[in-house]
């Protein structure tokens, strides 16, 4: 007989007696303010997924020996709900973050569950804290699901236990600027049969003190090269891509390819889809090398370079520091203080435009 599913229609809602104030949109800073309530799914191999709770946010209760606190049995995703003009509330493509959250955690060996169900627990969360979504255009409210292993068991096998808990965040603009790139060859944050395409908390937390190290060098974030022929790969925990002439001369936007090694982002998919319907220029993945981005550089080819993601949608970069030497990166030519290139800013537009309802788009999932 089969184990219980997710089944949202078993969904328990508890709310708070402690409502939290409204955020005023000038103060929120990403992933520092958090909404009322949390949802939480309790899952045993014995008895399958219990019924979904809505309760208020709080701390979590985990045993010390727990799979996540042992050996980091946790993945997660990051989406957003947007508020449209006329007061609808958007999700943007969840079916690709739900996707991806089942591919991870089969990765480390969590329990499967249903996508749908599990997406419609979290709509409804939506709905109960939906005050706190943003109603101006460039803010909105982060979702963040986890899924972790949870059984109290030292011995390396898989966790027996989990829970799926997904919590609210109102955001702002998370990179209002340019950014600036360290370029670093010495460490990795993926490589070949790792797991650098599954969204694991392991491949976050190896990557923080390299970060830190670049920022108190005066740079925002790495761009991670791999390899002997430094392979340009990620920016941060964004996905990297270039707007250029190539070699051949053709215009060209360019993005590592899904290798095994780069995270399938939800924003990358979805930007290169734009500028194929588009059809204006040539949009490939495949493989690029730093040496190609310098010459590209030094040949005047180099357009436009930027990273994207949920968290940040998308932001340009102006200088890359690479072996010694800062090279700098064209934004806007036509004005010195633009803060997006021009294809940056028509991306970022179009896509905003689609998760705000401006631009109807299948894209655009109301809860």
Known sequence: MSQPNIDA?????????SPKPDYDNKTLSFGKNFTDHMLCIKYTEENGWEAPEIKPYGPLAIDPAAFVLNY???????????????????????????????????RIKLPEFDQEQFLQCIKELVKVDQRFVPDQYGYSLYIRPNFIGTE?????MYSK?????????????????TVKLYANSEQARAWPGGVG?????????????????VVAKG????????????????????NFLIFWVNEDGEKELVTAPLDGIILPGVTRDSLLALA???????????????????RAVAEGRMLEAFGAGTACVVCSVSEIFYEGKSYAIPVDPSNPDAVFGPLTNRLRTELLDIQYGKTPSPWAVPV
């Open 9 to 17: 229609s078993k969904l328990k809602v508890t709310l708070t007696e």
């Open 72 to 106: 980091s049995v946790e993945t997660f995703e990051g989406m957003k709900a947007y508020r449209a003009a006329d007061g609808t509330i958007n999700l943007f493509r969840p079916s690709m973050n739900m996707q991806r959250l089942s591919t991870s955690s089969q």
């Open 152 to 156: 109290p068991n030292l011995n390396l």
């Open 161 to 177: 236990e989990a829970l799926l808990y997904v919590y609210l965040s109102p955001v702002g603009p998370y990179f209002p600027r």
């Open 197 to 213: 395409n599954f969204k694991l908390g392991g491949n976050y937390a190896p990557a923080l003190k390299p970060a830190m190290d």
């Open 219 to 238: 740079y925002d974030q790495i761009l991670w090269l791999l390899g002997e022929d430094h392979y340009v790969t990620e920016v941060g925990t964004m």
């Open 276 to 294: 194929r319907q588009w059809g204006e220029f040539k949009v490939s993945e495949r493989r690029v090398t730093m040496p190609e981005v310098l």
